[in-house]
């Protein structure tokens, strides 16, 4: 499975940005998807997972009711809705794809900076 995340930018807090995560080598609805960040000196957190068909999310408390995580399987692609952005949210973002136990592959990352 290649990944390929994009959509990463800076915004002013209160702001708005979509992450694209785009998936090749593998059928994609067959997989979980997530999101993930990491801050500077931080190490990385979970931010949100979609089941493979969709049906099913999870999110981090710290982004719930902000961030939404959504899939077009038909595009093999993954997207993260993030609104009222905080400048706690900077961070860069990983998307990562759960085929068999486990997110057992990762995208490059895409930057977010929030600017208070």
């Known amino acids: 499975v290649q990944l390929q995340a994009s959509g990463g930018g800076l915004v002013q807090a209160g702001g708005s940005l979509r992450l694209s995560c785009a998936a090749s080598g593998r059928t994609f609805s067959s997989y979980a998807m997530g999101w993930f960040r990491q801050a500077p000196g931080k190490e990385r957190e979970f931010v949100a997972t979609i089941s493979g068909s969709g049906v099913i999310t999870h999110y981090a408390d710290s982004v719930k009711g902000r961030f939404t995580i959504s899939r077009d399987n038909a595009k093999n692609t993954v997207y993260l809705q993030m609104n009222s952005l905080k400048p706690e949210d900077t961070a860069v973002y990983f998307c990562?794809?759960?085929?068999?136990?486990?997110?057992?592959?990762w995208g490059q990352g895409t930057q977010v900076t929030v600017s208070s």
């Open positions: 990562a794809a759960n085929t068999f136990a486990g997110y057992d592959y």
